[in-house]
Every structure is written in C-alpha cells, then in structure tokens.
C-alpha cells in the first residue's frame, strides 16, 4: 500500500501550489497551503507535529523561504523541500546549512517533485534498528545504529543527507563510486536534475569533517572515494 504523506505547500504563485497539490493528491497525500513563510511559520507553531513534510518556495514576500524554513526548524524537524528560480551554488549551500533536505530549481517536473518527496520520506522513516555497529578513522567516528557521528570526540551535526551520503562512502571505503552511483543511492530514486547537487553536498560535509575532510578523495571526471587508511 502507497504510504500518505501530510504536505504543507509554501509558494506565493497560487498557480504553483495548485499545480502540486494536484499531483500529490493524485498520489494519495494530503495538502495544506501557505501563501508565504509567515503562515507556514504560524501553522507550524500551532501545530509541530501537522505535516510530514514541507515543500517551501525561496523567493516570497513578508518572510522568504530561507528564514522561514530557520524558523520552523526550531520548533520541529519536518523535513524541508526548498523550491528557488535561482539554481546558484551559494543558494543551495545556504538551504543546506539550513537543514534543508532536498533543493529544487524551477521550472521543475511535478512527477520529479513527488520522486523526491518520497525519497526523502524513505530517509526520514525509521525502519528497523539495526545490530549496533560502527567504525573509526583515527578521531572520526561513525556510529551507524545511532546515527551519530563524532569528529575528535565532539558530536557533529549533520543533516540527514550529509549523513546518508556519509554512510554510503565509509560502508564503500576504498571504492571508487562514480557519481551516477552516489546520486541513485543516496537520493533514492535515478537523478536526472542538476548534478551539482553532489558536490555541494561533498562540499558541506567536508566542512563538517573539519580535519579528516581529505578522507573524501575527489576522483575527476569518476566521482568520489572514502579513503579509509592512515
């Protein structure tokens, strides 16, 4: 059975909202509307807890997509779908390092936007837990079962893409994994959009490495390797 998902749709375009709320009703979810980041702000406040997932358009009046989506962080960790007619690198980083889960570029394909939505809904669920297990790269540290990684004995926050992309690379060390590979496992679905996304990604998560960040070797033109000897 096709799960159902409670979605907030965040845009100023009435025309935008409309469009997604006809495909994700076609697939069973349910959707709730905001005309800008201060009403998704205000609901979310009203209720935490009201919606599994947010698709939130950048660019809006009163309170833009970037703020709002700090805001409501703070009161909940739904996940957030960021929706921008600017595909620059900085924008994308910024909405990543503000615990966004998935950027996308307009114009876009709803069909592609729903593919997402779901993959993303596929991370965020938990499913069973697995046998404890983890693994150390001299002060780097991996705790797979509990999601929790350790950079010199100090917890680093990632988001849950950071981590899953994390995650494929130590569980592949020593692999070279080519950049079609990474994108289909991690994203969860065949990427076909900006392949950028990737690197903006490596790029976030080197940072939170801090010095063990050379540990992901950039292989050109192939893709990326953990490297996991001293």
Not at 30 to 56: H, S, T, W
Not at 105 to 115: H, I, T
Not at 164 to 174: A, I, P, R, T
Not at 217 to 229: H, I, N
């Amino acid at each position: 059975m096709r799960p159902i998902y409670r979605l907030l749709v965040v845009d100023d375009e009435e025309k935008i909202r409309g469009l997604i709320r006809k495909y994700a009703e076609f697939e069973g979810h349910q959707v709730a509307e905001a005309r800008n980041g201060m009403e998704a702000v205000e609901l979310c406040r009203k209720n935490p807890q009201a919606y599994d997932l947010i698709i939130m358009d950048v660019m809006m009046p009163e309170l833009d997509g970037f703020s709002a989506a700090a805001e409501i962080k703070k009161i909940s960790p739904v996940p957030v779908l960021m929706l921008s007619a600017r595909g620059e690198e900085y924008d994308k980083i910024h909405g990543f390092e503000l615990g966004a889960d998935d950027y996308v570029v307009k114009p876009f394909s709803p069909k592609e936007l729903m593919l997402r939505v779901n993959a993303i809904m596929n991370r965020v669920r938990p499913g069973p837990a697995p046998a404890r297990q983890a693994e150390r790269f001299g002060g780097l540290e991996i705790d797979f079962s509990a999601r929790v990684v350790t950079v010199d004995g100090q917890r680093v926050e990632l988001s849950p893409k950071e981590y899953e992309l994390l995650s494929y690379l130590v569980q592949n060390k020593g692999l070279a994994l080519t950049r079609e590979m990474i994108l289909t496992h991690v994203w969860g679905y065949d990427f076909y959009g900006d392949d950028r996304t990737l690197d903006t990604h490596i790029k976030l998560l080197r940072r939170r490495l801090g010095p063990y960040s050379g540990r992901i070797v950039t292989l050109r033109g192939v893709g990326y390797r953990f490297e996991a000897g001293e």
